[in-house]
């Protein structure tokens, strides 16, 4: 059994998690983290995730602890043998997508939620990670161009970007209608069983 550390809302990093195991059906239970004025007070949470960041998994199964959301979609896929290829290349292909998210679109987007959120909102500040976002929509748009997903078959690497880029017009001020392909890939996305109403599913 996977225990599925989140939080109640569908935060894009949580959503990753809750995707993915919909996505490979492997079972798990959900262990709901609480805050308090605005701190988290779970210490069963902090011995999994040292930054007290979710998602986090253990899987009782092999003893393994994981937090960072690329971690535990790399864990889950090579458990399952889903949604990562075989082949040696086509598998760092995709993780290079996933480490994108990971090291690109995921912070900037928290850090412009961040400001909005911000009474100390900076237009400038603001400005430059709308501008760094829209040049991450552009290198997808090329990537996804003749491609229904970023790597081939639908891999971690959509499953990582794909919360985001959910949200990117509301969230950046982007509209996907300057990226065509990448609204393609979201609207095939959307349309994946798994996909939609997986925090409801107990995901
Ligand atoms: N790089 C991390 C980011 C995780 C993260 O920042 N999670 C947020 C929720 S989306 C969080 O737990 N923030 C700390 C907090 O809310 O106290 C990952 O990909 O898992």
Request: proline share 4%; aromatic share 8%; charged share 25%.
């Amino acid at each position: 059994m996977i225990i599925f550390y989140r939080i109640q809302s569908d935060s894009p990093n949580v959503r990753k998690v809750s995707i993915m195991l919909q996505e490979t059906g492997l079972p798990h239970r959900v262990h709901t983290v609480a805050k308090r004025d605005g701190e988290r007070v779970d210490d069963d949470l902090l011995r999994v995730s040292p930054n007290g960041t979710v998602p986090a998994i253990v899987d009782q199964e092999t003893g393994a602890t994981l937090f960072e959301s690329g971690a535990i979609l790399y864990y889950l896929a090579t458990k399952s043998n889903r949604l990562i290829p075989a082949d040696l290349a086509a598998r760092g292909e995709v993780m290079k997508w996933v480490m994108f998210e990971a090291a690109n679109m995921g912070p900037a987007m928290s850090e412009l939620y961040h400001y909005l959120l911000s009474d100390a909102a900076d237009e400038a500040i603001m400005g430059r990670y709308r501008r760094k976002l829209a040049q991450f929509c552009a290198i997808l748009d090329r990537q996804l161009a003749g491609r229904d997903y970023l790597c081939g078959d639908c891999s971690i690497a959509d499953i990582a970007i794909f919360p985001w880029s959910a949200i990117i017009e509301f969230m950046a001020e982007i509209s996907l209608d300057d990226y065509p392909n990448l609204r393609a890939w979201v609207d095939v996305m959307n349309r994946r069983s798994a996909i939609g109403g997986e925090m409801r599913q107990g995901g």
